[in-house]
Nanobody, 126 residues
């Protein structure tokens, strides 16, 4: 059984940084695309960042490009999201997601991912 557990969320002032982590159990992260999404109350889940199965390429939403970085640590079976220059509009719950299929390219589409974490709250104060 594949399980994803996020951590690292919290309260930070605008302009600050946070590093989210997603620990994966039940299978290796190596060979699978991974992604981060976020969802505010009453809104649809929104793509944030994704990393290709090989780690050779990454993709970002325009709203976070240049501020957020997704990376994988195969040795620790973990995926990270480094968030810099945080803005109040980044406030919401962040979810880690894993593609069920091997060799995924890192899609921005919610339906492409089969495994999800429980989410971690990020709050950015102005």
């Amino acid at each position: 059984q594949v399980q994803l557990v996020e951590s690292g969320g919290g309260l930070v002032q605008a302009g600050g940084s946070l590093r989210l982590s997603c620990a994966v159990s039940g299978r290796t992260v190596s060979g699978y695309a991974m992604a981060w999404f976020r969802q505010a109350p009453g809104k649809e889940r929104e793509f944030v960042a994704a990393i290709r199965w090989s780690g050779s390429s990454t993709h970002y939403a325009d709203s976070v490009k240049g501020r957020f970085t997704i990376a994988r640590d195969n040795a620790k079976n973990t995926v990270h999201l480094q968030m810099n220059s945080l803005k109040p509009e980044d406030t919401t719950v962040y979810y880690c997601a894993a593609d069920r299929r091997a060799y995924g390219l890192g899609s921005p589409v919610v339906a492409e991912y089969d495994y999800w974490g429980q989410g971690t709250q990020v709050t950015v104060s102005s």
